[in-house]
């Protein structure tokens, strides 16, 4: 072998060599970026969670009382949760995963147009009940929403789970679940009240 091929051969491991180190490098980089994000934007959620169970509790009334007019008022604001104001590396995270994160703001705007609606075309004073109604149903299915996120975060980051509540505890997650399925039941029954009555006028028209 002349000396051109050793000098061939040398730069060929010299470039394989710096390859696997710049891939080492970069492996180890993605690793501590997808920690990093997952154990912030974890947090972030569960601080939403906290908010979301605050919003289904509040039921319109201070310390069990209307205000000065008689009538239920919101007593507990709405959480937010801003994903793109945190600096972490989102493209660590796999798509699928990263848009359903991303997408939550857009189920919060939502929600709260479905809020909105509610208490401008169906509530009415004092109790404004359908208002309250969906507004603790929308912020139940949110919070939900953001614990699946936030488990989901934990396990691809590597994280301990989060520790579930003792059985004496508070459980916000079981608030809320227990939360939707009453909502639901209530409205069910609601409409199927509303359906029978519009279905009586009908007949004695």
């Known amino acids: 072998m002349d000396k051109t091929a050793y000098i061939l051969i040398g730069v060929v491991l010299g470039v394989l060599l710096n390859a696997i180190k710049e891939w080492w ?3 180890g980089k993605n690793k501590k970026d997808l ?3 997952a154990i912030r934007i974890s947090c972030i959620l569960d601080t939403f969670i906290n908010g979301c169970a605050d919003v289904v509790a509040d039921d319109g009334l201070c310390y069990g009382q209307p205000d000065q007019d008689g009538c239920r008022s919101i007593q507990t604001k709405t959480p937010n949760f801003d994903p793109l ?10 798509a699928s995963l ?3 994160v991303l997408s939550l703001p857009n189920q919060i705007e939502a ?15 004092p109790n404004y009940e359908e208002g309250f109604e969906e507004r603790q149903l929308q912020y139940a299915a949110l919070g939900l929403k953001a614990h699946g996120l936030a488990s989901k975060l934990r396990n ?5 789970p989060q ?6 505890e508070w459980n916000p997650m079981q608030f809320m679940k227990e939360a939707v399925d009453k909502i639901e039941k209530l409205q069910k029954e609601r409409n199927a009240r509303n359906k029978a009555f519009m279905q009586k006028i009908n007949e004695s028209a």
Do not use: C, R, T
């Open 25 to 27: 490098f970069q492996k």
């Open 85 to 94: 104001s945190v600096e972490v590396e989102w493209k660590a995270l796999p």
């Open 111 to 125: 929600a709260n147009h479905k809020i909105s609606g509610a208490f401008e075309y169906a509530a009415s004073p």
């Open 163 to 168: 520790v579930a509540p003792a059985p004496d």
């Open 156 to 160: 691809i980051g590597k994280l301990p």
């Open 98 to 100: 990263m848009y359903e």
């Open 35 to 37: 920690e990093y994000l």
